[in-house]
């Protein structure tokens, strides 16, 4: 059985990471085989994509039984980054439907989705400074943006795990639902994310990130570029086009 498994329903692909004896730990076989997911999730027939796991854990971080170890020097260049920058750059939503513990490596690939679902059994663990390490995968990078440097660095610093609850007052998910219903959930989301029209929402990505770095003045320069180019979509133009005739008629029919 393959250590990560992808499903097509339609335009949204689910990408499960699928060790589920170790909580979906990542050791190397697991992240090749991961690599490949990202590159079906890059094919422009798919509109979303939804990461999850199988089992009782989402990712419990590295396999610390595994042989391999992700340590400097170039360990976690070859291991995690080329995950973490493939995650980044599709321009489609990733949405992280969290069944269980996201600890570590684990944690930093739920952070790194553009939208986190949460099922009531979900635990966040931050586990790189119990064991000395600093954060990895990215989490260092994302965390911040979502939670703010403070209450980031004392939740990293104290490693104290965070149940799904109180994920969701802190901002680090957008919704809690029983686990039962998680997959449901999460693939809706998907589902009403792919059905809009054009480039707008890899480009509304591109923009919240350009606005992360740069002043106002810059990010209404490259609004007004992006804004072009979402314009231009031909799926766009037919969807306006579908709501003008669409208001028409009812204008009609009143």
């Known amino acids: 059985m393959s250590p990560v498994l992808t499903e097509h329903d339609g335009p949204v692909l689910t990408v499960t990471l699928n060790r589920p004896q170790v909580l979906n730990a990542l050791d190397a076989t697991t992240l090749h085989a991961l690599a ?30 595994a042989p391999a170890d992700p340590s400097p020097p170039g360990g976690l260049r070859r291991a995690y980054h080329p995950h973490v920058l493939a995650m980044a750059a599709l321009d489609k939503p990733v949405i992280a439907a969290v069944n269980g513990p996201a600890a570590g490596a684990g944690l930093s690939l739920a952070a790194a989705a553009d939208v986190r679902v949460a099922a009531d059994t979900a635990r966040f663990v931050p586990a790189f400074a119990a064991i000395g390490l600093v954060p990895d995968a990215g989490g260092a990078y994302f965390l911040p943006r979502l939670l703010g440097y403070a209450r980031t660095y004392e939740w990293l610093a104290t490693g104290r795990p965070l149940d799904a609850e109180e994920a969701l007052r802190w901002g680090l998910v957008s919704q809690v639902v029983p686990v039962d219903d998680l997959l449901a959930t999460a693939l809706d989301l998907a589902h009403r994310m792919a059905a809009v029209p054009g480039a707008a929402l890899g480009l509304t990505k591109r923009l919240l990130d350009y606005g992360l770095t740069h002043g106002l003045a810059d990010l209404l320069n490259e609004e007004e570029r992006l804004q072009a180019r979402a314009v231009a979509d031909p799926a766009r133009q037919r969807a306006r086009a579908e709501t003008v005739g669409r208001l028409s008629r009812e204008k009609e029919n009143r």
Request: with cysteine; glycine share 16%; net charge positive.
């Open 36 to 65: 490949d997911a990202w590159q079906k999730a890059a094919d422009p027939g798919v509109r979303a994509v939804v990461v999850t796991g199988s089992g009782r854990g989402f990712c419990a971080g590295a396999d610390l039984r």
